[in-house]
């Protein structure tokens, strides 16, 4: 079973990530803002995660190089999922070391391609 660690502030978003997953494929874990997301990436041992990117305490750019730059979780994939959908925004989340940038509203059969792609 993958787990997938689902970072964002607004709880609406989390229950929509969370009831688009499989229960019997993924394990899903919350976090509200991007401090408790970062302390579950580092200490949770996850797949994948889905971080927004605009959050209080510390931003999603941020965590993600954080865990980017940890060689306990360098490895762990990052998909980034916001409503900035300038050019700029997407290239800051590529180099903060996201493995792929997905902009809200977005498509739940287009995330879970996105998901399953990566955790091939």
Known sequence: ???????DDDPLIL??????????KFEIIRA?????????????????ILLDVMMPDLN???VCRQ???NPATQATKVIMVSAK????EIEQGLKAGAD?????PFEPLDLA???TKLLE
Do not use: W
């Open 100 to 104: 792929d940038y997905i902009t809200k």
């Open 67 to 69: 865990v980017k730059n």
């Open 32 to 48: 509200h803002n991007g401090r408790e997301g970062l302390e579950k990436a580092l200490h949770e041992k996850v797949d994948l």
């Open 113 to 115: 391609a996105k998901i």
């Open 1 to 7: 079973m993958k787990r997938i660690l689902i970072v």
């Open 85 to 88: 959908v300038q050019k700029e």
């Open 15 to 24: 229950d929509l990530f969370e009831f688009s997953f499989d229960p019997a």
């Open 60 to 62: 999603g750019y941020e």
